[in-house]
């Protein structure tokens, strides 16, 4: 395995796993993972389909119980931490499928994920506005409803829902499916942007390896329930035998 190198020159660790064990039934998906995340990273997690990508997102998050192992999050053990609990430490989540409320307009849905961790309405209005500096197109909508959004929109709405609480790692599950290349691509720029100008640590998961490792720091590829590579982007993305082994191409 190759190791790794930071962007950040620090000693600290935002995200921590060791040993972790996850499985549903029979044969564990994740067994014994590794990985190490420092603070202000942007890592890409590759792998072929069912390599356990979801299944990593979900167990930090607390979707998923692990059988063994742990996670430490800026080195607080998040063991029998609750799914709301590890959100108000600062994790956020965006699954796979750009949920949005439908019903909702862009502005609602982004006041919706202000709501339980910025008190006082007046801080959240400040907090959705800062965000309409860096998502344009959701500022030009902010009165359209949920379902009247193209895909894409709908993806940085779902992303922008998740940054308006301003968590401190973001988990971003896949969110190039589905999307024209031209709209990937300027989600990719908003995420490395957002996360160059704020600090944020980003784990994003994609079947999308060249958009991924285009804004990654570092590319992690999972491959038989563990980290098979785990180096900068660039090395990710010029080596021809890893990609054909592990990413179908
Ligand atoms: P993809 O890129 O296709 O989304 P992935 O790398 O995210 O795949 P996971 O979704 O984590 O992989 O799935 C890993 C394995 O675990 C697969 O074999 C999958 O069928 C299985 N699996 C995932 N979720 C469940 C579940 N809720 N119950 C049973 N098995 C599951």
């Known amino acids: 395995m190759t190791t790794s190198t930071d962007p950040v020159t620090t000693t600290r660790t935002m995200l921590a796993v060791d040993g972790l064990t996850v499985g549903y039934a029979g044969a564990p998906v994740l067994d014994g993972l590794v990985l190490d995340i420092a603070p202000g990273a942007v890592v890409a997690l590759l792998g072929a389909n069912g390599a356990g990508k979801t299944t990593l997102l979900r167990s930090i998050s607390g979707l998923v119980a692990p059988r063994s192992g742990t ?9 029998g931490i609750s799914v709301e609990d590890r959100a108000r430490r600062g994790l956020a989540q965006v699954p796979e499928g750009r949920s949005v409320v439908a019903e909702l307009t862009v502005e609602e849905n982004l006041h919706l994920g202000a709501l339980w961790k910025i008190p006082g309405r007046r801080a959240r209005r400040t907090a959705v506005a800062e965000l309409y500096d860096q998502f344009e197109p959701l500022a030009r909508r902010r009165r359209s409803l949920g379902h009247q959004l193209s895909g894409g929109e709908r993806q940085m709405l779902a992303l922008a829902r998740a940054l308006v609480a301003r968590p401190r790692v973001l988990l971003l599950d896949e969110p190039s499916l589905g999307l024209a290349p031209r709209v990937v691509a300027q989600l990719m720029t908003t995420l490395r942007d957002t996360a160059q100008r704020t600090g944020l640590t ?10 991924a490792l285009s804004i990654a720091d570092r590319g992690v590829v ?17 080596d021809p035998a890893l990609r054909h082994a592990y990413l179908g191409f």
């Open 71 to 79: 996670i430490l999050l800026d080195g607080q053990d998040l063991t």
């Open 202 to 211: 980003v784990l994003l998961a994609e079947q999308n390896v060249t958009s």
């Open 222 to 238: 999972l491959g038989l329930g563990e980290v098979v590579a785990d180096a900068p982007a660039a090395a990710i993305a010029a």
